[in-house]
T-cell receptor
Framework: DAKTTQPPSMDCAEGRAANLPCNHSTISGNEYVYWYRQIHSQGPQYIIH???NNETNEMASLIITEDRKSSTLILPHATLRDTAVYYCIVTRRSGGYQKVTFGTGTKLQVIP | EAGVAQSPRYKIIEKRQSVAFWCNPI?????LYWYQQILGQGPKLLIQ????????DSQLPKDRFSAERLKGVDSTLKIQPAKLEDSAVYLC????????????????FGPGTRLLVL
């Protein structure tokens, strides 16, 4: 399994960009990078995913390095509601089905 | 669009008792997942269904945990008998289908059931 490494915690000032790094140095060519977040007492919520190109949606941007060994999730203007645990996941295929392994994630604290 | 529904939201039982959790996925979603999340850890996959068939139950403690998904729609997860270490949040998720890299692989999670075993 391609494992991911994330810092356990980060702080970000409200209104500033939050840049959350993720290392996935053993990723294979057909494995995707997904990001989810989990706000306290809720189930995880999908944010964004990508293979090798940078991606952007209404929630965030995903920057994947050219060698695909790391990525960064960018929340352009963090708000207090973005305080959550952010999970970087590499999905793999096994027996024709998606396999997902969650790590411990990064706890992002947005500070007023 | 209705999300993933789970019940109950909270459950307190004594060790050696049995408990069951229910999940109703998003309509039309073929894949259903049950996760266990212990406090301070990420979710751990217990079992994954594709329609009504099991595709992965490698981390399910089969001596005490069981799950079924009749008719390929809703699902139940049962623990019998419960142990203290089963105290956790049990999350259900669903996805449209497991097609690599498409939006259909996105998992949608329910609010979870918080279990406390005394």
């Amino acid at each position: 399994d391609a494992k991911t490494t994330q810092p356990p915690s980060m702080d970000c000032a409200e209104g500033r960009a939050a840049n959350l790094p993720c290392n996935h140095s053993t990723i294979s060519g057909n494995e995707y990078v997904y990001w989810y977040r989990q706000i306290h007492s809720q189930g995880p919520q999908y944010i964004i995913h990508g293979l090798k190109n940078n991606e952007t949606n209404e929630m965030a941007s995903l920057i994947i390095t050219e060698d695909r060994k790391s990525s960064t999730l960018i929340l352009p203007h963090a708000t207090l509601r973005d305080t959550a645990v952010y999970y970087c996941i590499v999905t793999r295929r096994s027996g024709g089905y998606q396999k997902v392994t969650f790590g411990t994630g990064t706890k992002l604290q947005v500070i007023p | 669009e209705a999300g993933v529904a789970q019940s109950p939201r909270y459950k307190i039982i004594e060790k050696r008792q049995s408990v069951a959790f229910w999940c109703n996925p998003i309509s039309g979603h073929a894949t259903l997942y049950w996760y266990q999340q212990i406090l301070g850890q990420g979710p751990k996959l217990l079992i994954q269904f594709q329609n009504n068939g099991v595709v992965d139950d490698s981390q399910l403690p089969k001596d005490r945990f069981s799950a079924e998904r009749l008719k390929g729609v809703d699902s139940t997860l049962k623990i019998q008998p419960a142990k203290l270490e089963d105290s956790a949040v049990y999350l259900c998720a669903s996805s449209l289908d497991t097609i690599s890299g498409t939006q259909e692989e996105t998992q949608y999670f329910g609010p979870g059931t918080r279990l406390l075993v005394l």
